[in-house]
């Protein structure tokens, strides 16, 4: 270690040590600083910081870990911020977690001190989904919420997703207010704990019936479900918090023949039957697909631990069940909604529907061809969120969504919704079979042929720790000062650089500035000649930095589909191997 680290280490540790911390936690930094300094630097070389998805890390002793500590300076940090944001209110906020190991007792630690700062507050009597807990911040009119959780990330993380009083994570200018509040925490005497226990009111049943109510106005074509009310449908929870919602939402809307992956559905923070619960991954989607083959189920779908997020696989005309990528999941049902709204007369030029900026450009296509505003917004969902509230009282949402596995349908809550948007592809599968007589997936090969035909990859490439988060960085510099000149011989034709919000016309030099957007953020985009999109982006909850790619032909009937997806795949693998990712 350099010196000057290895002191700020030392230091930090040697704090924790002399500090009114638990023997257990003591003992742990004990350990590290006899027989692990590799450990010691990675669990206090920085403190956790609010990032696109809030606080998240790996679970441990020290201040860049996920422990009862760092979760205890956070919701002080936040707690004093509300207070100065609503004096002379009575603050209100709601919490909830998901199945991950430890969530309930960080849950727990964060209601405690909520309530001795004086705050009412809401607590989930077991785990929930995140959709649920950003409904209830809205419905209970609370100024805050959290939810812990650390989403789709492997067994070793846990996190904190800090909510506004509109029920969507905390956006500028608030996130780096908390971080700074949290920053002025620094003993364990300034956290509240202990007090007002009365304070603490518990939400259970009765309140699941109400956010299940919301979904089933979401409804689009409830007498193609009764008609198709058994269509076989495979689910699993992944062992999280879609465990009884999703079934719930799924009989609410009349779907009689759900069939549960009986080993997913024991809640386990260890995920003990994936290797990471994330549903974009067809590994981890194994079991369910599996069980839809044996059951010759219309499809299969799952949701992650905090049930934001849904994967989907839908059986092909060969009866193999293919995995949906993000972008096409959020293409059908953005298609069924503005589809079924069109027809319904409910369409009236005054609605909108957002994705991100990473995200397919075929959703552009679809609501251009409905005459729908599409507006692109930044990675996270929460800027989505912030689209709807600026456009609340002006124009109504349908629907929006990321490459990253997540749909919001309707605006009642502010936050992606694996629960309604796994219901609603339900319902989309009963509407195509009952008005054109085909499933879903032939559905969307048909969207193809009238859109043309979208498809998009994403590499990640992982560095981990203190030299990783270094060489991503590094990454973003030499690429700005860098960029390609051509993709697969296509010149690039226009640079596009959110950390500056320029545009950059490769031909001329000229630089104007992107009006659509109003945050900056650390994202570069590279437009080519032929229509090809490559964005670079650095993950804001993750030690990765991630490249997309967008490309796109015609399709010119169905019975094409496989040679010109093979193509396009083929040019995405290519695109891989020039920038040197594979």
């Given at each position: 270690?350099?010196?000057?680290?290895?002191?700020?280490?030392?230091?930090?540790?040697?704090?924790?040590?002399?500090?009114?911390?638990?023997?257990?936690?003591?003992?742990?930094?004990?350990?590290?600083?006899?027989?692990?300094?590799?450990?010691?630097?990675?669990s206090?070389?920085?403190?956790?910081?609010?990032?696109?998805?809030?606080?998240?890390?790996?679970?441990?002793?020290?201040?860049?870990?996920?422990?009862?500590?760092?979760?205890?300076?956070?919701?002080?940090?936040?707690a004093?911020?509300?207070?100065?944001?609503?004096?002379?209110?009575?603050?209100?906020?709601?919490i909830?977690?998901?199945?991950?190991?430890?969530?309930?007792?960080?849950?727990?630690?964060?209601?405690?001190i909520?309530?001795?700062?004086?705050?009412?507050?809401?607590?989930?009597?077991?785990?929930?989904?995140?959709?649920?807990?950003?409904?209830?911040?809205?419905?209970?009119?609370?100024?805050?919420?959290?939810?812990?959780?650390?989403?789709?990330?492997?067994?070793?993380?846990?996190?904190?997703?800090?909510?506004?009083?509109?029920?969507?994570?905390?956006?500028?200018?608030?996130?780096?207010?908390?971080?700074?509040?949290?920053?002025?925490?620094?003993?364990?005497?300034?956290?509240?704990?202990?007090?007002?226990?009365e304070?603490?009111?518990?939400?259970?049943?009765?309140?699941?019936?109400?956010?299940?109510?919301?979904?089933?106005?979401?409804?689009?074509?409830?007498?193609?479900?009764?008609?198709?009310?058994?269509?076989?449908?495979?689910?699993?929870?992944?062992?999280?918090?879609?465990?009884?919602?999703?079934?719930?939402?799924?009989?609410?809307?009349?779907?009689t023949?759900?069939?549960?992956?009986?080993?997913?559905?024991?809640?386990?923070?260890?995920?003990?039957?994936?290797?990471?619960?994330?549903?974009?991954?067809?590994?981890?989607?194994?079991?369910?697909?599996?069980?839809?083959?044996?059951?010759?189920?219309?499809?299969?779908?799952?949701?992650?631990?905090?049930?934001?997020?849904?994967?989907?696989a839908?059986?092909?005309?060969?009866?193999?069940?293919?995995l949906?990528?993000?972008?096409?999941?959020?293409?059908?049902?953005?298609?069924y909604?503005?589809?079924?709204?069109?027809?319904?007369?409910?369409?009236?030029?005054?609605?909108?529907?957002?994705?991100?900026?990473?995200?397919?450009?075929?959703?552009?296509?679809?609501?251009?061809?409905?005459?729908?505003?599409?507006?692109?917004?930044?990675?996270?969902?929460?800027?989505?969120?912030?689209?709807?509230?600026?456009?609340?009282?002006?124009?109504?949402y349908?629907?929006?969504?990321?490459?990253?596995?997540?749909?919001?349908?309707?605006d009642?809550?502010?936050?992606?919704?694996?629960?309604?948007?796994?219901?609603?592809?339900?319902?989309?599968?009963?509407?195509v079979?009952?008005?054109?007589?085909?499933?879903?997936?032939?559905?969307?090969?048909?969207?193809?042929?009238?859109?043309?035909?979208?498809?998009?990859?994403l590499?990640?490439?992982?560095?981990?720790?203190?030299?990783?988060?270094?060489?991503?960085?590094?990454?973003?510099?030499?690429?700005?000062?860098?960029?390609?000149?051509?993709?697969?011989?296509?010149?690039?034709?226009?640079?596009?650089?959110?950390?500056?919000?320029?545009?950059?016309?490769?031909?001329?030099?000229?630089?104007?500035a992107?009006?659509?957007?109003?945050?900056?953020s650390?994202?570069?985009?590279?437009?080519?000649?032929?229509?090809?999109?490559?964005?670079?982006?650095?993950?804001?909850?993750?030690?990765?930095?991630?490249?997309?790619?967008?490309?796109?032909?015609?399709?010119?009937?169905?019975?094409?589909?496989?040679?010109?997806?093979?193509?396009?795949?083929?040019?995405?693998?290519?695109?891989?191997?020039?920038?040197?990712?594979?």
């Open positions: 270690m350099a010196n000057d680290l290895e002191m700020q280490v030392m230091s930090k540790a040697q704090a924790w040590l002399d500090g009114d911390y638990d023997e257990a936690t003591k003992q742990e930094v004990r350990r590290l600083m006899e027989s692990d300094k590799n450990e010691l630097v990675e206090f070389y920085k403190d956790l910081e609010f990032g696109t998805g809030g606080l998240r890390g790996i679970m441990g002793v020290g201040s860049n870990r996920m422990n009862i500590y760092t979760v205890g300076a956070a919701t002080q940090g936040l004093n911020y509300l207070k100065k944001n609503f004096e002379g209110e009575q603050i209100k906020v709601a909830s977690h998901d199945s991950r190991n430890n969530s309930r007792m960080f849950a727990e630690r964060v209601a405690d909520f309530a001795s700062n004086g705050f009412v507050v809401f607590l989930f009597d077991a785990l929930r989904p995140t959709p649920e807990l950003s409904f209830a911040i809205r419905e209970l009119g609370c100024q805050s919420g959290v939810m812990v959780t650390a989403s789709h990330n492997p067994k070793e993380y846990n996190g904190y997703k800090a909510y506004w009083n509109d029920g969507s994570q905390v956006t500028s200018p608030h996130d780096v207010n908390i971080i700074a509040e949290v920053q002025k925490v620094t003993e364990i005497s300034q956290v509240l704990t202990g007090k007002n226990p304070n603490i009111h518990i939400l259970g049943e009765e309140f699941d019936r109400k956010y299940l109510a919301a979904i089933k106005e979401l409804s689009l074509s409830p007498e193609a479900v009764a008609k198709h009310n058994d269509m076989k449908i495979v689910y699993t929870p992944l062992h999280g918090a879609g465990v009884k919602l999703v079934p719930a939402s799924l009989a609410n809307y009349g779907f023949n759900v069939i549960s992956v009986p080993e997913q559905t024991v809640l386990d923070g260890n995920f003990p039957t994936v290797a990471s619960p994330n549903p974009e991954e067809r590994k981890t989607m194994a079991m369910a697909i599996e069980l839809a083959q044996k059951e010759g189920a219309d499809f299969a779908m799952a949701t992650d631990p905090d049930a934001d997020r849904l994967g989907v839908l059986r092909n005309a060969k009866g193999e069940y293919v949906l990528n993000g972008n096409q999941t959020l293409v059908l049902l953005m298609s909604q503005l589809t079924r709204w069109a027809e319904l007369g409910k369409i009236t030029g005054k609605e909108f529907v957002v994705k991100t900026i990473v995200t397919s450009m075929m959703p552009d296509a679809v609501a251009e061809h409905f005459g729908v505003k599409c507006y692109n917004c930044l990675t996270g969902f929460k800027y989505i969120a912030k689209i709807i509230r600026e456009q609340e009282g002006k124009t109504k349908i629907g929006g969504g990321e490459e990253s596995f997540g749909y919001l349908p309707g009642f809550v502010r936050d992606k919704d694996g629960v309604a948007a796994i219901t609603l592809v339900a319902e989309a599968a009963a509407w079979k009952e008005t054109m007589g085909i499933t879903l997936y032939e559905w969307l090969q048909q969207l193809y042929v009238k859109y043309g035909f979208y498809r998009e990859g590499v990640n490439v992982v560095r981990k720790g203190k030299d990783g988060a270094a060489e991503i960085q590094q990454m973003m510099v030499d690429y700005r000062q860098n960029p390609p000149k051509s993709i697969l011989g296509s010149p690039v034709v226009k640079i596009l650089d959110y950390k500056t919000l320029e545009q950059i016309d490769v031909a001329t030099g000229a630089r104007t992107i009006e659509e957007i109003d945050e900056k650390n994202v570069l985009q590279w437009l080519t000649e032929d229509g090809t999109r490559v964005s670079v982006r650095p993950s804001g909850t993750e030690p990765k930095i991630k490249f997309y790619y967008g490309v796109k032909a015609q399709l010119p009937s169905v019975d094409k589909f496989d040679e010109v997806q093979a193509a396009l795949d083929k040019k995405l693998e290519d695109i891989s191997k020039e920038l040197g990712l594979l």
